[in-house]
Structure formats: structure tokens, C-alpha cells
């Protein structure tokens, strides 16, 4: 091993990397659209109310709460019913993915007037990269652009907004200091101060690290960061990563660069869980062949075609803690030809399905294409083949979809299915936003 | 409590060129029910699609309560969509 009782020092390079992100963005978007709102806990809610009626959904869950909410302990994954045991003026609100993208693009074009490099890395954050760009900003010190940037959000997106700022020397360390003060911080973490950031926080404060490798850590014997520094370069590649992330781990603690952001489409899929939990393998189908079509719309969009689909079941448990024991079953096969049309999905996400246990009842599903390149250009055909009119239907129905919305044309079985599939706020990837365009 | 609504309003608003490619449409406002609601906080505004049309979207305050409307270009009709009772 090079590194064997080799000490590498603290990165010297200034801070130059600026990571920004949104203050409980979800819930502080709807707060800054419905002003009476602001300053009450809110959470948000892919669904508040059982499907057509107005009663509400009392185990519907928060994906994003505010800040008055995450004060009395209303954080992600808690139930609406739970959370108005709490606070009983806590307001759920459906979430509004139009609304968040529409503040993802605000933000992105901020961010996009002080570096041609800065990217989203989620729907709600985002990084501008000043490396190696000191003298376009003549001297001016990154705090200072990082207030004007807060300033710019207040004016341009809402006045109600605002976001955490962090600066650091490398993408990981500005996003350790983006979450050092919430809400609405901003932080520099530099050579100087790097231990003694490191003091003041717990293992779980870092990014990327959470409960299995906190217990990794632990075991090792590291349990603080500082120890975490400390740990030799060995420990954590050998002992405690045994991978090359144990290599990242050691470099990014002390400041080098480990993480490439990378742009390229690499999956596509669609995640749903059911209203209406069923076992019938019918009614499972029939929302899988829905999934297919969300998918492929997705892949098309992008001018795509997977060679790879994966499927994962989530079936009820028989404990009542469901979200601790519920069954898990997942399978991914490749195939030699690509596909890209929802049929050709379907087919794929069947031929999964059919291997999966059966007469379980299933609560959720993902499906998820990958391997995925652009469509080919085939030859234009002399003679119509089967392909090429399956092709032109299939470019005749994303015709009607972009007119008048989607899946305003499906097969009888996804038109006929009880489970609505509503779009989602997507998490992490936000290709998709630049995919679709603007609304 | 909120309210889910498709309430066809009269609104006063004014419509203020912000360059060669935007207008920035700002409601004042409003006539529902036989009651006039003067917007109080502007929430935020954004566009929606629907189908292939694009429609603005605004949130805004009067009173105790919040509300969101719809503004279709193409017809220049306000709908009210919701209402969030405040007290």
C-alpha cells in the first residue's frame, strides 16, 4: 500500500467551492406562495386526502417539513395523524411539483450568473464551483457573493425564502459547512478552522454518513470526526471501508477533491405506492404497465432506449411496524435488444414480475430502466415492417400527450386501474426538469 | 382547511412588460361571490401546464385566508383553484 504510514497534510487550497441549498424547500415554497402559512408547521404530502373524497389521509407522511414543524419533532416520515397529535394547527399540503420547479430553475440561473460550471445537484441545492476562477472575481471574497446570492433569492424567488451558504475546499466539505447553521446560514470551512469544525460536530452531522456506516466507525473505534481525521489511512481502507472509499473518505476529510459530478442520464424509473394495496397479480400488472409508460415518456423525452430493467416489491409485513419489517424482493436483467416504448417495457417488467413470490400483497413497487443509450436511427425500411408502425403509433400518442397531457391515451388496463399515479417530487436527479422543459 | 375549487372570478390586475419576452402579471383584486378580496401578500407565481397550455399560477393573501388563482392566457380568464382558511 503507497500510502502505509504515510501522513498527508490538511489541504492548503483556499475555499472555493460554494454549496448552496434551499431551507426546508417544499415546505418553505408553500409557505412563500400561501403567506398564512408562514411561521405555522407545515408539512408536505405526496397525498393529504384519500383519493376522491375529502376526508383526510391520516397515514399519509411528510416528505419535507418547515422549520417550525422539525422543532417539535414533525421531520420526514412522520404521519399526518401523528403530526396533528402534536401540534393540532399543523397543515399538510399536497405537494406541487410545478411550483418547486419553477424555484429549481429560479435558482439555477442565479447560481448560473457567477460561474458558467455551477450545477443542481438536487431539486433544492445546488453548487458553483469558483476553482480556478479567482481573477474573474477580482479579489472579491466568496462571503460577500454568497450574501448577494441570499439577497437575490429574497428578490427573485420570494421574500419569504432563504437559503443556507457553504464554503468550502472541496464539494463535500462546502456542503459540511452549508449545514453548520440552519436555517439561512453561511459558513466558510477552511484549513484553519477544519478541526475545529470537526470538533463541534457528531458523526452523524456528516454528510453520507448515517446509521450502517456510523456503526462501521464505530467499530473501528472512530466516533467522532475528529477521530475520523485521525483514523490512518489503512484503517479506513482496510478496516473500516474496505474499498476505494476508504481512499475518498481520507482525502475528502482533509480537503482534496474525491467527487466528479456527473451529468449524464443513467437511469430512469418511477417509484409508487399504492392506495389500494392489493395481491391481485391483475391489478399489480396493470399499475406496472402504468409505471412503463411513465417510464418510457421519460426515456423517450431524453431520446433514450434501456437495455436493462429492474424491478423491486415491497410486500406487507405481518408485524404492525411495517416500515421496519416489511418484505423486500428485487430483480434486474439485461437484454440484447434496447427498448424505449411502453409495450416493449411492459413486456420486460412482466417477464420480472412473474419471477417474484406470488399472493404476497404488495405496498409498493419501483421500476427502473438502466443501461441505457441513444436511440438507434435505424435505416428507413423499404416495406413497412411491424416495428416501424409500432414506432409511428407510438410518436403519434407522445404527440397527444404533449398536447393534452399525459397519458391521456393509455390501454384499458392502466385507464381502468384504481391507484392514480400523480408525478412526484423527484429527490435527487433533476435531468428530467431539463428534459420536459419549462412549463 | 383547504378548499379545492374551479370558480371562474373577476380580477383586477395589472400586466407591467419586464422585457421583449415577459410581462409580469400582478393581481390586485379580486371579485368572488359578490365579494370583492383586495390582495394583501403577494405569495409567489408560477406557470403550470395544462396539457399544452401554459397557465400562471398565483398565490396571494386578503384577509385571513390564502388563495391561489389560475390565469389562462389564451382565454384571459381568472379561476379561482383553491382557498386555504386561515383562522
Not at chain 1, 476562477?133 to 421574500?159: A, C, F, N, Y
Not at chain 1, 412473474?354 to 427502473?368: I, K, Q, R, Y
Request: proline share 5%; glycine share 8%.
Amino acid at each position: 500500500m503507497a500510502l502505509n504510514g504515510i501522513d498527508v497534510p490538511i489541504s492548503p487550497e483556499p475555499p472555493e467551492v460554494m454549496h448552496i441549498d434551499l431551507n426546508g424547500a417544499f415546505a418553505m415554497t408553500e409557505q412563500q406562495w400561501r403567506p398564512h402559512l408562514r411561521g405555522r408547521p407545515v408539512g408536505v404530502s405526496n397525498r393529504v386526502k384519500v383519493a376522491g373524497t375529502e376526508r383526510l389521509a391520516d397515514y399519509s407522511i411528510c416528505i419535507t417539513s418547515s422549520y417550525e414543524a422539525k422543532r417539535q419533532g414533525i421531520v420526514i416520515g412522520t404521519r399526518q395523524r401523528d403530526a396533528r397529535l402534536i401540534d393540532p394547527s399543523f397543515v399538510m399540503v399536497e405537494s406541487d411539483p410545478a411550483k418547486y420547479i419553477h424555484v429549481h430553475r429560479k435558482l439555477k440561473g442565479i447560481f448560473q450568473d457567477y460561474s458558467p460550471t455551477a450545477f443542481m445537484k438536487s431539486i433544492d441545492e445546488g453548487v458553483i464551483d469558483f476553482r480556478g476562477m479567482r481573477q474573474l472575481l477580482k479579489g472579491r471574497p466568496l462571503e460577500d457573493i454568497g450574501r448577494e446570492i441570499k439577497q437575490r433569492v429574497r428578490e427573485e424567488v420570494g421574500d419569504y425564502m432563504t437559503v443556507n451558504v457553504g464554503i468550502g475546499q472541496n464539494l463535500w466539505l462546502a456542503k459540511v459547512a452549508a449545514g453548520l447553521n440552519k436555517p439561512n446560514g453561511l459558513d466558510v470551512i477552511s484549513a484553519d478552522n477544519l478541526r475545529e469544525v470537526y470538533g463541534s460536530l457528531r458523526l452523524t452531522d456528516l454528510p453520507y454518513i448515517k446509521r450502517r456506516n456510523q456503526v462501521r466507525l464505530n467499530m473501528a473505534g472512530i466516533r467522532t470526526p475528529v477521530d475520523f481525521l485521525r483514523a490512518p489511512y489503512w484503517v479506513l481502507f482496510r478496516q473500516v471501508f474496505g474499498s476505494v472509499l476508504g481512499h475518498h473518505w481520507y482525502f475528502k476529510l482533509r480537503g482534496y477533491e474525491t467527487e466528479t459530478w456527473q451529468d449524464a442520464t443513467r437511469t430512469a424509473g418511477r417509484q409508487y405506492v399504492l392506495e389500494h394495496r392489493t395481491a391481485d397479480p391483475e391489478q399489480i400488472l396493470a399499475l406496472l404497465h402504468k409505471a412503463s409508460f411513465k417510464v418510457s415518456r421519460k426515456l423517450r423525452m431524453a431520446g433514450l432506449e434501456a437495455r436493462g430493467l429492474a424491478l423491486g416489491l415491497r410486500y406487507r409485513a405481518a408485524s404492525p411496524d411495517e416500515s421496519f419489517y416489511s418484505q423486500r424482493w428485487r430483480d434486474r436483467h439485461k437484454w440484447p435488444a434496447p427498448a424505449h416504448r411502453p409495450d416493449e417495457l411492459y413486456n420486460r417488467a412482466k417477464w420480472l414480475f412473474e419471477h417474484s413470490p406470488s399472493g404476497e400483497v404488495v405496498t409498493a413497487f419501483d421500476l427502473t430502466a438502466y443501461g441505457l443509450a441513444p436511440i438507434r436511427q435505424e435505416q428507413p425500411a423499404l416495406f413497412v415492417d411491424e416495428y416501424t408502425k409500432k414506432s409511428q403509433v407510438q410518436d403519434a400518442i407522445d404527440q397527444l400527450y404533449d398536447r393534452y397531457g399525459e397519458l391521456i391515451v393509455a390501454s384499458a388496463d392502466v385507464a381502468m386501474s384504481k391507484n392514480p399515479m400523480k408525478d412526484k417530487v423527484p429527490f435527487y436527479s433533476t435531468k428530467y426538469f431539463d428534459i420536459v422543459g419549462g412549463a | 382547511m383547504f378548499e379545492n375549487l374551479h370558480d371562474k372570478v373577476g380580477v383586477l390586475a395589472t400586466f407591467s412588460p419586464q422585457s421583449k419576452q415577459s410581462v409580469y402579471v400582478r393581481p390586485y383584486l379580486m371579485q368572488w361571490k359578490g365579494r370583492r378580496y383586495k390582495i394583501d401578500v403577494m405569495g409567489g407565481h408560477h406557470f403550470a401546464k395544462r396539457g399544452q397550455k401554459r397557465v400562471l399560477v398565483c398565490g396571494f393573501s386578503s384577509g385571513s385566508n390564502d388563495f391561489t388563482l389560475e390565469f389562462d392566457p389564451e382565454t384571459f380568464e381568472w379561476t379561482l383553484v383553491e382557498v386555504f382558511y386561515g383562522s
